[in-house]
């Protein structure tokens, strides 16, 4: 099947209004077609680029139908309901499918369809029940419980040395299905966005060097900083994972870099635009959000070349004053090579991702040095 392509000036639509909804939005804006943005918040992000705003709650059945009326829908949050989506396909093109969301929404899920497309996953083992947790654990220790759903920036997870620490730390997150991870000997943090419309139209771009802070990331650098082969390797990996998913839209796919071998595990995946990806917008010929436009609209993935060494770095609530005063942007506005992106969000609270931005220079390593000089002046 090779449904005719979408084109301007088509409505489209997007379940989700934070950040990655309002870049989506502008890019479908700037590329002509018509935006209907769904969420709840009435401050949402999206909606200052939105043609219409749907102010309502995710499952809300009328303003899921008037979604139903758009050319073509696509979300940008993994916790939206699979269900909704799968709906909604009954009455518009939807991307990526709610099978696909489901699977990024579940650790449990998500691991074995890892193993599936014959990739490597930390060792691990599902915890439905306390009782799960037995001697046949102790390969996994230390490890990490992390809970199967709605986990994000290290929330819902906590480090277990002993048996009977991970049998505290389910209590302590509720009993609700878990699975417990050993540590891995983690030498960094890559991740690969895969753009994929079918089996022959499928591309990716270069693997993001990701640092976090505080369980949340801090900075993305690109090129990584790692041999031509791993990296190739890396993004072979998330094509394999995005054909196994049978998956048309964005799709990230986060790795770690274990050990002295440099071996490469899946983390886990994200069905949509991802933080690490920002970058992409002006350090590449085309933006992870053209693609997510593109894709829901049944065209090919246009060229993902990286067109210069950046470091994108995230700005988040704790830069604001106690007092709501805004952060100094003079020296970085006024960096020639920095770009600035605010996400319109009213409230700065600490660890919100309030705004990114990007660094260009000539190799990966000033790019960083600089980002991190600029985000201490902030
Ligand atoms: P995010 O939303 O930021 O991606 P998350 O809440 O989904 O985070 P994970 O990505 O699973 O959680 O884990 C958060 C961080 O904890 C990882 O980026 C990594 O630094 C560390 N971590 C997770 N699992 C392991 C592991 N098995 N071994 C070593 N470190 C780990
Ligand atoms: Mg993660």
Not at 263 to 268: A, D, F, G, R, S
Request: glycine share 8%; aromatic share 4%.
């Amino acid at each position: 099947m090779n449904p005719t392509p979408i084109l301007p000036p088509a409505m489209l639509g997007i379940l989700g209004g934070g950040q990655l909804g309002r870049m989506f939005a502008a890019a479908a804006k700037t590329m002509g077609y018509g935006v209907t943005v769904l969420d709840p918040d009435p401050n949402a992000p999206a909606a200052a680029f939105a043609d219409r705003h749907l102010c309502a709650p995710f499952d809300d059945a009328a303003a899921l139908a008037e979604l139903a009326k758009c050319a073509a829908v696509t979300t940008e949050f993994e916790n939206v309901n699979a269900d909704a989506m799968r709906e909604l396909a009954r009455h518009t093109i939807v991307s990526p499918s709610g099978d696909c969301v489901a699977v990024a929404q579940n650790r449990i899920l998500e691991k074995a369809r890892i193993r599936a497309a014959g990739l490597q996953t930390a060792p691990y083992q599902a915890v439905k029940s306390s009782d799960d947790l037995s001697e046949n654990s102790a390969a996994l220790l230390p490890g990490i419980l992390k809970t199967a759903t709605l986990g994000y920036d290290g929330k819902g997870q906590i480090r277990v040395k002993t048996l009977a620490e991970a049998k505290a730390a389910f209590a302590e997150l509720g009993g609700v299905e878990c699975v417990l991870e050993k540590m891995v000997d983690l030498r960094g943090e890559i991740s690969v966005v895969v753009c994929r419309l079918n089996s022959e139209n499928v591309c990716t771009y270069d693997p993001a060097e990701n640092i976090h802070e505080n369980g949340i990331l801090a900075y993305s650098i690109v090129p990584a900083r790692l041999s031509a082969e791993i990296q190739q390797q890396a993004q072979q990996m998330a094509v394999r994972l995005a054909d196994e998913l049978d998956y048309v839209g964005v799709l990230a796919v986060e790795m770690f870099v274990v050990g002295d071998t440099q071996k490469l595990v899946v983390n886990e995946i994200a069905p949509r635009p991802h933080n690490s990806g920002h970058h992409t917008i002006g350090a590449c010929a085309a933006s992870q959000f053209q693609q997510q436009v593109r894709l829901m609209c049944g065209l090919p993935p246009a060229d993902t070349r990286l067109l210069s060494p950046c470091c994108m770095a995230n700005i988040l609530g704790d830069v604001w004053g106690e007092n709501g005063s805004e952060p100094n942007w003079l020296p970085l506005q006024s960096d020639a090579r920095a770009h600035l992106h605010l996400y319109g969000k009213k409230a700065a609270r600490p660890g919100r991702k309030m705004g990114h931005f990007t660094v260009f220079a000539d190799d990966a390593d000033t790019a960083l040095q600089q980002a991190q000089k600029l985000h201490s002046l902030l």
